[in-house]
Nanobody
Framework: QVRFVESGGDLVQPGGTLRLSCAAPEHNLVDYDIGWFRQAPGKEREGVSCISNNRNGDTYYGDSVKGRFTISRDNAKNTMYLQMNSLKPEDTAVYYC???????????????WGPGTQVTVSS
């Protein structure tokens, strides 16, 4: 199981930006499709964005974040990123990393969930 450490969450005003990082120093992430998930209070965890491990670097974005968020990965550093722009209050959630069965629609996450990182968008 890949163990991730998420970071970068913060309190930010609407319209602001954040960059989340997800490190897995003990694993070789190049072997996996990976992605970001989030869970808001009282809601189920949802797939935000996922990225393939193929040379094309194919990506998937949920409709609510398309055009605002950008996922990327640095296999040499075993790290994944999520650039979040034009943040909205509805983006408030705990954000998690996961390995997934497929980058397409973020497939099915597998492995253990890490502690996540809290993103709060509020004025």
């Amino acid at each position: 199981q890949v163990r991730f450490v998420e970071s970068g969450g913060d309190l930010v005003q609407p319209g602001g930006t954040l960059r989340l990082s997800c490190a897995a120093p003990e694993h070789n992430l190049v072997d996996y499709d990976i992605g970001w998930f989030r869970q808001a209070p009282g809601k189920e965890r949802e797939g935000v964005s996922c990225i393939s491990n193929n040379r094309n670097g194919d990506t998937y974005y949920g409709d609510s974040v398309k055009g605002r968020f950008t996922i990327s990965r640095d296999n040499a550093k075993n790290t994944m990123y999520l650039q979040m722009n034009s943040l909205k209050p509805e983006d408030t959630a705990v954000y998690y990393c996961a390995t997934v069965t497929s980058w397409v629609l973020c497939g099915v996450p597998f492995g253990s969930w890490g502690p996540g990182t809290q993103v709060t968008v509020s004025s």
